[in-house]
């Protein structure tokens, strides 16, 4: 596989970022339909891996994004994409396999964003919720199809949908479909898609399954590359809070009663732990949502919009938000485990500090997770400042 590489500037921003780019969304020869969608967004000036990765995309390129959360990748391809397909035949003409359910919902709504001045339809799917309403919409007809693999699986299995003139496929977040062992069900997918397309691949990181992976699908593709590793955004203060942890919950509780914490997402390492936080802040009047892969669509839906309208203060999740959900004004990232994977810790705080945003990310170190800590520090190039709270640090004890 011959590959080219552009690197970009290091940003940390999505879609709603300010200005960075010396150069205007009217340079990039978009469509007047898309660019009044863009201008009525609000934005003027593309980030680096759009302005990069949207003019190759356009020329037809296969191109592979390589780039941390926040950095406005969905844009660099939804706007392309949106763009090539206005004014063609009613068809599948693109699909978008995505690693979550969250995720696969966020991307629909930029397509729908992006084509609000075209005739172009899209629609999401994804396993959670009854499978008849998607297949209605999926026989009738749409030009774009965001997914999650299974479930888009169920549908090829019934005839729900065929992509015999599908013209572009999205693998975004590529590096988590394979996390998640998806591997088998990509290759399903591909095996019923044109041999002969566009192939757009983004990820946050490029470890050999995704370096496989783009040599098995994409044809000299360009690499388009935000910054380099796993870097932390530079918008983001780090901290490290050493506490039994039997005392987690009751230091998270001081936090959020003494400090200002305003919109705070807490990263859990299981489902049963994220429910016990929730319980435990509810009893100290703190308003708490929980949102992990027991809870019902529906459920995660309402979890994630209590959160973003701020009818809860405190989100409690696990790694399943630690990607793709695009949470504006998230002020604090807690990680109430430390990741047992220092890449991970990289995923979470990038929840925070987002469109060049000042955010905090705190860190609980249970004495068994202090190895766990220097790993993050070494993959992220800086030591974490460790902050004691008279009371909760290592060997002492107070009443709650």
Do not use: W
């Not at 409690?316 to 220092?342: E, K």
């Not at 997770?369 to 107070?398: C, N, Y």
């Amino acid at each position: 596989m011959s590959i080219d590489t552009i690197e970009a500037p290091q940003v940390e921003q999505d879609e709603q970022t300010a200005p960075t780019s010396a150069i205007t969304f009217d340079q990039l020869n978009l469509s007047a339909e898309v660019l009044q969608a863009v201008r009525d967004a609000g934005y003027k000036n593309p980030t680096p891996i759009q302005a990069d990765a949207i003019p190759l995309v356009l020329k037809g390129r296969d191109v592979m994004g390589l780039a941390q959360t926040g950095t406005g990748k969905t844009a660099a391809f939804t706007l392309p994409i949106v763009n090539t397909l206005i004014g063609g035949p009613r068809r599948t003409r693109a699909l978008v396999l995505t690693p979550t359910r969250e995720l696969c919902v966020q991307v629909e709504e930029s397509v729908h964003k992006y084509a609000r001045h075209s005739q172009l339809s899209v629609v999401s799917v994804y396993g959670g919720v009854p499978l008849e309403p998607q297949q209605k919409k999926l026989r009738a007809g749409v030009d774009i199809v965001v997914a999650t693999p299974g479930r888009l699986i169920d549908h090829l299995e019934r005839q729900n949908v065929v992509f015999d003139d599908l013209e572009v496929l999205v693998l975004d977040e590529a590096d988590r479909m394979l996390d998640m062992g998806f591997a088998p069900q990509i290759n399903r997918i591909v095996a019923d898609v044109p041999k002969y397309r566009q192939t757009l691949l983004f990820s946050a990181t490029m470890p050999p399954e995704v370096e496989a992976l783009a040599r098995k699908y994409l044809r000299k593709p360009v690499v388009v590359q935000v910054g380099r590793g796993s870097s932390a955004a530079s918008t983001v203060s780090h901290a490290v809070y050493p506490v039994p942890r039997e005392r987690k919950s009751s230091l998270l509780a001081r936090l959020l009663k003494e400090a200002n914490l305003d919109s705070v997402l807490v990263f859990t390492r299981t489902k049963h732990g994220a429910d016990r936080v929730v319980r435990h802040l509810e009893r100290e009047q703190i308003k708490a949502t929980a949102m992990h892969a027991d809870k019902t669509q529906p459920q995660r839906t309402k979890a994630l919009q209590d959160f973003k309208d701020g009818r809860v203060r405190v989100l409690v999740a696990t790694d399943i938000a630690q990607r793709g959900l695009d949470i504006s004004g998230i002020t604090h990232v807690v990680n109430y485990d430390v990741p047992q994977q220092a890449e991970d810790y990289v995923h979470r705080i990038g929840r925070t500090g987002r469109a060049a945003k000042e955010g905090d990310a705190f860190t609980f170190m249970a004495p068994d997770e202090i190895a766990m800590v220097k790993s993050i520090e070494r993959v992220i190039g800086q030591p974490i400042p460790r902050i004691s709270v008279a009371g909760f640090d290592f060997g002492t004890v107070a009443a709650d």
